[in-house]
C-alpha cells in the first residue's frame, strides 16, 4: 500500500504539502518518480518543475539520503528501512482542467500532476488522506470515507482528479442504473432542469450505441471560471471541464460550449478509456507516447461528442451544421494542411501539438481527425446503404478490443474500416488522414450523399479578405498572427509578428476597417522588430480566408434523403 497525505497551512501561497508514506519496502535503494506527462495532453508536462522541496525519512523521522538522477525521478538510499516517508510541496497556481490549484476557496487535484510513484509497485492500493475544512465536500470519482480516498492502483488515482470546497453545487441523473454527477465550482447558476435534461439525452444515445458503460458512476467536474476558458480532459470515471465566464453559463452560446465539450469527454470514456492505441496501452508516464492515431481518440470524438448532440434532439440542425462550419474553417484557413497530415501531426503533438508554432507546418488531431471521421462515416453509410455507420464500427472496437484488453494498432483501425467500408475506405484513409490531398472534393462529395452542399462566401473582415491577415487587434494595433502565402501582404513582406500600429494614418478600429472595404489601396505604417516602416499596398480583387456554411441540397434523391434521416436519426 501507498498512502499520500495533503494538506496546506497558507492557502493564498499556493503551495501544497504532500506526504508519500511507502511500506513493506526491501531493498537498499528506492526509485521514486514524478508524471512527465498526463493522458489527454499529447506534450511533456514537466510538472517537477512545481516541487519547492523535497525530503526523505524513516518511520522515526531521520533523514535518508536521496540524489536527483533525471528531472523527475529520485532515487533514494533507504539503509534497509521498512518504511520510507516523502515530504515534498507542490506550487499549486495554474487552474485550467488538466492542472493542480490551491487557494482559500478550494483545493483541485489533478494527480498526475503532483503525486510520486514507485516504479515497480504501480499496481498496489494507493490512500489518499485530505487535510482540509470540516465543511468542504469533495467530488472525485474514487471511493470515499470522509476525507480519505482509495484507488486500486496507481493507474486509478491518476485518473481521478477531485475538487474539495465548500462551495461545489451539485445534481446528479441516471441512465440505465448508472448515477451520472455534475459538479460546478466557481459563480455561476445552472439551470439544472435544462441541464439534466440535455445531459440524459446524449448519455442515453451514446449509451444505446455502444450497449454498455465502461465504469459503474461518473462525474463531470466543472471549473467555472470569471473569465472566458475553453477547456476539457477525459478520464475513466470523470472528467474535469474549465469553462467561463460564469456570468454567461446559461447563454446560448456558452451552453453550447458545455455541451459539446460534455459530449465529447464523456464519449473519451469508451474511446482512448477503453479502446487504447497499442502505443497508449498500459501509459508509460516516465516519457513521450507516440502515436500516429490521434485522428482516432480525439478526431473521431470530436466529431461524435456533436453528433450525438445532434442525434440526441440536444442540437438544432443548425447547430450540428455549425460545429462543422467550425471545422471548415479552421481546416481551410491553415495552410499546414499541405505539408503534414493528421496522423503525422499527432506523432508530433510532443514537439509542438498545442502552441502555434510555425508557420503552416502542422494540423490538428481535433479539426482534420473530426473531417475525416465525418468523410468515414458517410462513406460507410453509402456502401452499406444506411444499414452500417462509424458508429457501429467503433461498437465493435469496444466489443472486440477493448472490452478483451486487446490494444488496437493502426493496421487493425483500418482492417476494421475496409470490414465495414470497402476498399474504397483506404482512398480516404490514405489520401486525408495519411496524406495531405486536398478536402474540398473528398468533403464536397461526402456531404451531398447526405443531401448536403457546403457554400463558401467572401470574409467580411478587411484584413482577413483583402490583405490575408490574421491575427489580434488590441488597443488600435493589429498583431500579425497569421499571413496568407501569396498575398498582398506576403508579397510586400509583411510576416508573423509584426504589427499594423495605422491603417491610412489613422488608428485601426472596427469601424475604420467597414469603411475602407471597398478600397483599392491602403497605406500601412508596420512595426517589426528593428523598425518601423511605411508600405502601400495595392489590393486585387483576390479574396482570402473564406466563410464556409452548409446547408440542404435543393434537389434531394429518395437514397439522400434515406442517409440523411439515418446519419442525423431525423
Known amino acids: 500500500m501507498i498512502q499520500y497525505t495533503f494538506s ?88 485550467n482542467a488538466g492542472s493542480t490549484y490551491l487557494d482559500e476557496i478550494q483545493l483541485y487535484v489533478n494527480p498526475i500532476n503532483c503525486c510520486l510513484y514507485i516504479p515497480d509497485r504501480m499496481d498496489e492500493t494507493c490512500i489518499v488522506n485530505l487535510e482540509v475544512p470540516s465543511s468542504y465536500n469533495v467530488a472525485c470519482s474514487l471511493v470515499q470515507d470522509n476525507n480519505k480516498l482509495k484507488a486500486q492502483n496507481f493507474d486509478e488515482l491518476v485518473e481521478s482528479p477531485w475538487i474539495a470546497s465548500n462551495s461545489l453545487q451539485h445534481n446528479k441523473y441516471s441512465v440505465q442504473g448508472i448515477n451520472f454527477h455534475i459538479w460546478f465550482q466557481g459563480k455561476c447558476q445552472p439551470d439544472w432542469n435544462r441541464i439534466l435534461k440535455d445531459f440524459k439525452a446524449f448519455t442515453s444515445h451514446q449509451i444505446n450505441d455502444f450497449k454498455a458503460f465502461p465504469v459503474s458512476e461518473y462525474h463531470f467536474i466543472n471549473q467555472i471560471l470569471p473569465y472566458k476558458a475553453y477547456h476539457g480532459v477525459e478520464h475513466t470515471s470523470s472528467t474535469v471541464i474549465s469553462l467561463g465566464p460564469g456570468s454567461d453559463l446559461m447563454s446560448d452560446k456558452l451552453y453550447e460550449s458545455l455541451l459539446g465539450v460534455s459530449s465529447h469527454e464523456l464519449y473519451h470514456t469508451w474511446n482512448v478509456k477503453q479502446i487504447r492505441p497499442k502505443e497508449l496501452m498500459p501509459y508509460d508516464y516516465s516519457k513521450e507516447n507516440y502515436s500516429r492515431m490521434g485522428y482516432l481518440y480525439e478526431g473521431v470524438t470530436t466529431y461524435m461528442g456533436d453528433l ?43 514537439l509542438d501539438g498545442y502552441v502555434q508554432g510555425v508557420p503552416n507546418r502542422k494540423v490538428s488531431i481535433y479539426t482534420e481527425g473530426a473531417l475525416c471521421a465525418l468523410m468515414l462515416d458517410v462513406h460507410i453509410m453509402d456502401y452499406s446503404n444506411g444499414n452500417y455507420s462509424l458508429r457501429d464500427l467503433m461498437t465493435k472496437l469496444y466489443e472486440e478490443y477493448a472490452i478483451k484488453r486487446k490494444p488496437l494498432t493502426e493496421e487493425d483501425y483500418i482492417h476494421e474500416l475496409i470490414q465495414y467500408g470497402g476498399h474504397d475506405t483506404l482512398e480516404i484513409v490514405e489520401s486525408y488522414i495519411y ?24 470574409n467580411s473582415d478587411f484584413l482577413a479578405s483583402r490583405l490575408g491577415l490574421k491575427g489580434l487587434l488590441k488597443d488600435a494595433v493589429f498583431h500579425v498572427k497569421q499571413v496568407e502565402l501569396n498575398s498582398v501582404s506576403d508579397e510586400m513582406c509583411i510576416a508573423v509578428g509584426d504589427e499594423i500600429l495605422t491603417i491610412n494614418s489613422k488608428p485601426i478600429t472596427k469601424k475604420l476597417l467597414k469603411s475602407i472595404i471597398v478600397k483599392k489601396t491602403v497605406m500601412l505604417r508596420v512595426k517589426r522588430r528593428y523598425e518601423t516602416i511605411d508600405l502601400e499596398l495595392v489590393l486585387t480583387n483576390t479574396s482570402h480566408y473564406p466563410k464556409f456554411s452548409i446547408s440542404r441540397m435543393e434537389k434531394r434523391s429518395d437514397r439522400n434523403k434515406m442517409l440523411f434521416d439515418k446519419w442525423l436519426d431525423i
Not at 497558507?10 to 526509485?31: A, G, K, T, V, Y
Not at 440536444?314 to 481546416?331: A, C, G, I, P, R
Not at 491553415?334 to 499527432?346: E, F
Open 435 to 458: 496524406g495531405t490531398k486536398d478536402f474540398r472534393n473528398a468533403l464536397d462529395t461526402s456531404l451531398s450523399i447526405v443531401g448536403l452542399k457546403i457554400k463558401e462566401s467572401e
Open 8 to 95: 496546506y497551512t497558507n492557502p493564498h501561497r499556493h503551495f501544497i504539502d504532500i506526504e508519500m508514506r511507502i511500506f513493506e519496502h526491501s531493498s537498499p535503494e528506492l526509485i521514486v518518480q514524478l508524471p512527465a506527462w498526463r493522458p489527454g495532453r499529447y506534450e511533456l508536462g514537466n510538472f517537477a518543475k512545481n516541487i519547492q522541496y523535497f525530503k526523505v525519512f524513516d518511520a522515526q523521522g531521520l533523514p535518508l539520503k536521496f540524489q536527483k538522477i533525471t528531472k523527475d525521478t529520485w532515487k533514494i538510499s533507504t539503509a534497509n528501512c521498512s518504511e520510507i516517508v516523502i515530504q515534498y510541496n507542490y506550487y499549486a497556481n495554474e487552474l
Open 308 to 350: 450525438y448532440l445532434m442525434r440526441s434532439k440536444v442540437f438544432s440542425e443548425e447547430d450540428f451544421y455549425k460545429t462543422q462550419e467550425e471545422n471548415l474553417l479552421k481546416h481551410f484557413h491553415n495552410g499546414g494542411r499541405h505539408n503534414m497530415s493528421v496522423a503525422d501531426s499527432s506523432f508530433d503533438t510532443w
